[in-house]
């Protein structure tokens, strides 16, 4: 029986290639192929021929590429996205964002003398405290448990409000209006798409409360930079841990880089080490299921947008 034949492009990566293989299936050129693993974004994306069935992308957020219409003009291929393979990783960063602010590390990083009568009042706990995690995929489910760790309780927001394991309690994203008088952290962990384009705005920021953290590991459209700053500005909330931004990358200059409850990472929660050995596996598994006709692993919904 001939080995299924996936195209691998733009970037050869030796760990591609060997993954692919790892899934019983050979590399080879395009207009021979029945899949395709891609490993750039949708500007240089191909123009795909009829034999190709499913396409691999390799990042988790795919919006640009519904943005450049590259999943409408293919309605018959199936395409599978990065998403959950990061997620640990992610979950982490977000972790460690919250856990900087609450803990009023940037201030105390930053002095150069004794100051303990002053920081002692801003510094907080997780334990008992409830955090929102906006979100409930691959990296909202990997950070719960490390929340849990530390005494916190979670409140998990999905589309569909299904219970989520270890979350106190799950909210479908209709009810999400009932949160920000709740909650005492919360973290942004949903796809970018048109209907969560500034889902968090200067309404739901003034619902919070002066000494809540803002984290955002998802996409910098999700909330309304200029309702931050001024929320920042004003101390109106604790402060923002922020992985990824809006505009992004994030210019010098800009309010955020100088604002002291802001932290500002750039976009390095997923830091290319990490990444190209857990696409590698992701491939490998999706490339074995498509050879066998199983269904994928992070099939993109259409009607979703990721």
Request: hydrophobic share 45%; charged share 15%.
């Amino acid at each position: 029986m001939a080995s299924t034949v996936i195209a691998l492009g733009p970037k050869h990566e030796p760990m591609l290639v060997d993954a692919i293989e790892r899934g019983n299936a050979t590399v080879g050129d395009l207009d021979k192929a029945r899949g395709l693993v891609w490993t750039a974004g949708p500007a240089d994306f191909p123009k795909l021929p009829e034999s190709i069935e499913w396409v691999q992308l390799s990042s988790a957020g795919i919006e640009e590429f519904f943005t450049a219409g590259v999943i409408e003009r293919h309605p018959d291929v199936q395409f599978t996205s990065a998403a959950a393979i990061f997620a640990p990783t992610v979950a982490e960063h977000a972790l460690a964002l919250l856990l900087a602010g609450v803990r009023y590390l940037p201030e105390q990083i930053l002095a150069d003398s004794w100051r303990q009568q002053e920081f002692l009042p801003h510094i907080g706990t997780l334990r008992g405290a409830t955090v929102t995690i906006i979100g409930a995929g691959g990296i909202g489910r990997a950070l719960i448990p490390m929340l849990a760790a530390l005494g916190a309780h979670v409140i998990a927001v999905s589309r569909s409000g299904r219970p989520v394991p270890g979350a106190v309690e799950t909210l479908p994203v209709n009810r999400l209006g009932e949160i920000w008088s709740r909650t005492d952290h919360v973290v942004v962990a949903a796809p970018a798409t048109p209907a969560t384009k500034h889902l968090i705005g200067a309404e739901e920021l003034a619902a919070l409360r002066s000494t809540s953290w803002v984290i955002n590991i998802a996409r910098g459209s999700l909330i309304d930079t200029d309702a931050l700053v001024a929320a920042l500005a004003s101390n109106s909330i604790g402060g923002a841990g922020l992985d990824v931004t809006d505009p992004e990358p994030l210019p010098d200059g800009h309010p955020l880089w100088s604002l002291p409850n802001a932290i500002v990472t750039p976009h390095d929660s997923n830091p290319p080490q990490r990444r190209v050995a857990a696409f590698a596996d992701h491939v490998a598994a999706n490339v074995a299921r498509f050879s066998s006709g199983q269904d994928l692993i992070a099939k993109v919904d259409r009607n979703s947008g990721y």
